[in-house]
């Protein structure tokens, strides 16, 4: 296995496009669930041309 790390590059002049209509995106719509202090939300992220689901996330304040 390679020992070559991982390497993040800052691309402001490219836009990510949707797996699935495969349209660019400018924004990406989000919805959440639950209380951010005590249990933590559950976050959706999602297309805003077909509204299928990009992602998952999960956050809690402390």
Do not use: W
Request: hydrophobic share 30%; proline share 8%; aromatic share 8%.
């Amino acid at each position: 296995m390679s020992e070559k790390p991982l390497t993040f590059i800052k691309r402001d002049d490219l836009l990510p496009i949707c797996p699935h209509c495969e349209k660019e995106l400018t924004e990406v719509h989000t919805r959440s669930k639950g209380f951010p202090i005590a249990h933590g939300t559950n976050v959706v992220y999602f297309c805003p041309h077909c509204r299928k689901v990009i992602g998952f996330g999960q956050g809690r304040m402390l």
